[in-house]
């Protein structure tokens, strides 16, 4: 099992042994990637990472460290996504989300949704894709690439994460709030004013806790699953962006994009066991 890191400003991506914790390997990318956010083909080693620079994605062969294809997009690519073999990308310029056969990387279809679309999660077992927009969630029938339902909220919605166990949709916004949807409705069940500028969130089903990586308060804050409140707060002296949690639960990462760190906590005691020095300004986490 190995982590992979993407860092913007230095154009790579970090490679980390999960079993040793220690940085493997970085792979510098061409000038013109600036990777954000990226998802990986575990089969096939091949990342896939959009440039919000030049609209283009790319394709990493993990094996090698290339760039072995790439297929230009246009506009501002923010996030993307794998399901059922085909990859889905939100652009924040034409306000969509692209769609593209995986094998082939030819198109299968844009979807239109509101404005500035950037954070999604999949529901893989009911092929829903969630789409954080400036002010709505939208969900799309990853099956037949229509809108089926939306929500408009007065919050400027930047990242979604579905907690699974209770088919809720956890939504971070720029108005230092975090809002708790019902999946199948899409009704605000809850909103939680405890942040200032949240980003990613993640879930540690064992020991019923939430995270949410909060960049104003440098911290991330640790929530009580069942009522919200708040249990700890993990001091980052840096900024904290992306969020992973290890498969068994035990080790949290975060990526502090102002000190180019990796840093590991243990989540029994939310004790930091470990810094690792990455390339410059990492944002997203992918453990697999």
Known sequence: ??????????????????????????????????????????????????????????????????IIDDISIGGKLSNIALCNEELFISNEDSNSIYVLDLKTLNPIGIIGVDNMPHGFDIDYINNKLYVACIDSIICIDTISKMICKKIDIDFKAMHVKLDRNKNE??????????????????KIKKIIDKFLVPVEICFNYKSKQIYVADMGHKKVIVLDYDTGEILDYINIDGNPQGLQISNDYKLLFISDTKNNLIKIYNTLDNILLKDIKVGKEPTTIICM
């Open 169 to 186: 949709i956890y939504t971070s916004t720029l108005d230092g709030k975090v809002l708790i949807i019902d999946e199948e409705n899409l």
């Open 1 to 66: 099992m190995k982590l992979y890191i993407s860092n913007y400003l230095s154009r790579s991506i970090s490679i980390i042994d999960y079993s040793t914790l220690e940085l493997e390997m970085n792979v510098q990318l061409d000038e013109n990637i600036y990777p954000h956010n990226f998802c990986i083909d575990k089969i096939q080693q091949l990342a896939y990472i959009p440039s919000s620079l030049d609209g283009e994605l790319y394709v990493l062969d993990l094996s090698t460290g290339k």
